[in-house]
């Protein structure tokens, strides 16, 4: 069963952790995970700049550092940073030690008080740790642009059918999501554009 919409009742059970922008006004919250990569974050960001877009670019400590440069030209283009650990842990597959100590370096390179979990996994143990420091970011609607065997149309389809005000929204600005995620990312911002809705960047500092 695919989870693409991330239940209302999540918000109550784990108030540490936002799921959503809430807000009435017709504003979409574009967050872009795993980068940054070399001409992938290069072609997001053209596309952000054509459509007058601003995303949240939740970044591995270790693309940082391979790329200081596409680093900075995200925060150059207006756009948020936040801390997706240095090298993707499974918070379900490792110790909360191990965890942390990811986190704590990514830290080293990633000026940011956001933090989103790889894979959007996350324990108690973590968050009582995490939310001393980080305003902990999960998302409302995921746009699957990671499954190959679904098709481009399809992944829009879920934007459309679910995107409302407040949505914060996982793309990937990775190798692997590359060719889906740059198809869906112009259709998508077209057409909500078109709609009345902002895009814009969290800022929860």
């Known amino acids: 069963m695919r ?3 991330t239940p209302f009742w999540l918000d109550f059970l784990f108030p540490s952790l936002i799921f959503r922008i809430k807000t009435q006004e017709p504003k979409i ?16 960001l053209n596309i952000l700049k054509n459509h007058n877009a601003l995303a949240t670019f939740f970044c591995l400590g270790k693309q940082v550092e391979n790329y200081p440069e596409l680093y900075l030209k995200i925060q150059e283009n207006g756009h948020a940073v936040g801390n997706h650990t240095y090298a993707h842990p499974n918070a379900f597959k490792v110790s909360g030690k191990v965890f942390l100590e990811n986190y704590n370096q990514a830290r080293q390179v990633i000026q940011s008080n956001l933090f989103r979990p790889p894979y959007g996994k996350i324990t108690p143990f973590l968050i009582r740790k995490i939310k001393k420091e980080s305003k902990i970011i999960l998302f409302s609607v995921l746009a699957y642009d990671f499954d190959p065997l679904l098709s481009t149309e399809k992944c829009l389809n879920y934007l459309r059918k679910y995107c409302k005000p407040g949505s914060i929204v996982v793309l990937h600005d990775s190798l692997k999501c590359s060719k889906k995620m740059l198809e869906i990312l112009p259709v998508f911002l077209n057409e909500f554009s078109k709609k009345g809705y902002k895009f814009e960047k969290i800022n929860l500092y």
């Open 29 to 44: 919250y574009l967050t872009f995970d795993d980068g940054p990569t070399p001409k992938v974050t290069d072609d997001v």
């Open 3 to 5: 989870w693409i919409v």
